[in-house]
């Protein structure tokens, strides 16, 4: 395959005109000009993968700077976190998190307050 092929199942390049997007998501994706109205290839259901990709970055980086350790499972997409006898699973795409003994929250900030507990 070529690597303008692979830019366009990359995602970098649109999918449509070939247009620079950006950096790679992993999957086909339209720019703005070819997405918007030509009842493209679910944008909606694009950018929220989009959103929870970067829900995924930043709430990730968010741990590591606050020095939380974890096992990241699934390509990160769910996270273990053991902390004082204390196990939390965290999916930090949609913010969800629940304690092994049964509390549920969702946000990497309320995460961190009740860890900090």
Known sequence: ???????????TLCQSCGEYIGTGAGHP??????????GGASDGRHSRWDKRQQ??????????KRGVTFE????????IITRDG?????????GLWIFREGK???GVFNLLKEIER
């Open 29 to 38: 994706r339209s720019c703005g000009s070819c997405g918007s109205g030509s």
């Open 104 to 106: 549920k929250g969702r």
């Open 1 to 11: 395959m070529g690597e303008i092929a692979e830019a366009m199942l990359d995602g």
């Open 72 to 79: 990241a499972k699934n390509f990160g997409r769910h996270l």
């Open 55 to 64: 829900n995924r970055e930043q709430s990730t980086d968010i741990l590591i």
């Open 86 to 94: 204390r196990t939390v699973d965290f999916w930090p795409g949609t």
